[in-house]
């Protein structure tokens, strides 16, 4: 019934699934089949779903996911944390699955730092050998930015800077990421991935307004904020 509201007001429908082994078992004795297997015979998967996590997918789960467009977003520090195990990225995007990055909650990545949700997750998913494939920077800052737009179903609007879109942008400071050094070799996109966390940006700007510049926040008083939540507590 979810499935069918969303459709038909064009929504999008956003799920967990296969956090943990557990709910995959659960739901093939109740049901004989994988959760992602049910939900394409319900008709619950499509363009317009993203699903949290996918750490354990099958393989077939993962056609079923690229053949109906379904994007999975990707938690490696909350998969970490509670012990949920290591999502198969490589083999999503091998698949063709549209993935993208996320925390899961504010609560479990304590920085609440997209930069190091990257960095983590270049130093994941780097297979043992020398001849295999490793996950690339250009393929992290992709599901940051338009897999994640993909995944929140404004993959039309956000996601890249190009006409027709919002002007969203975070600057870095490139001299803090660069120190002490940096050979002129590596690939800065590696570099920004790797070594930037969030102390490095300098501004941050959502359709084209500025809601972060050099630690003040234009027409929110972010102390007062935080006081009141530490009072709260």
């Not at 930069?115 to 997750?121: K, N, P, S, T």
Request: glycine content about 10%; overall charge negative; hydrophobic content about 40%.
């Amino acid at each position: 019934r979810i499935a069918e509201y969303a459709d038909r007001h064009g929504l999008g429908l956003h799920t967990h699934l296969v956090e943990t082994l557990y709910q995959r078992q659960y739901a093939e004795r109740l049901h004989g089949q994988t959760p992602a297997r049910r939900l394409y015979e319900i008709g619950s998967l499509g363009s317009k779903v993203s699903l949290a996590h996918g750490v354990w997918l099958t393989r077939e789960d993962m056609a079923l996911l690229a053949e109906t467009g379904t994007a999975v977003c990707h938690n490696p520090s909350s998969n970490l944390r509670l012990h949920s195990g290591i999502a198969l990225v490589l083999e999503m995007l091998g698949q063709g699955v549209p993935v993208a990055l996320g925390t899961d909650s504010t609560a479990i990545n304590d920085d609440d730092d997209m930069f190091q949700e990257m960095g983590l997750a270049f130093a994941l998913h780097r297979p043992p050998g020398l001849q295999e494939r490793s996950i690339t920077a250009h393929q992290l800052l992709h599901m940051a930015t338009l897999g994640g737009a993909r995944a929140t179903t404004f993959g039309d609007s956000i996601g890249s800077l190009e006409p027709g879109r919002q002007a969203d942008m975070v600057l870095v400071d490139w001299d803090r990421i660069s120190r002490p050094y940096l050979d002129p070799d590596v690939d800065p996109l590696e570099a920004l991935v790797t070594r930037a966390r969030s102390r490095d940006v300098q501004a941050v700007m959502v359709a084209g307004r500025i809601v972060y510049q050099e630690g003040v926040y234009p027409g929110i008083d972010h102390k007062a904020i935080v006081q009141e939540i530490e009072e709260g507590l």
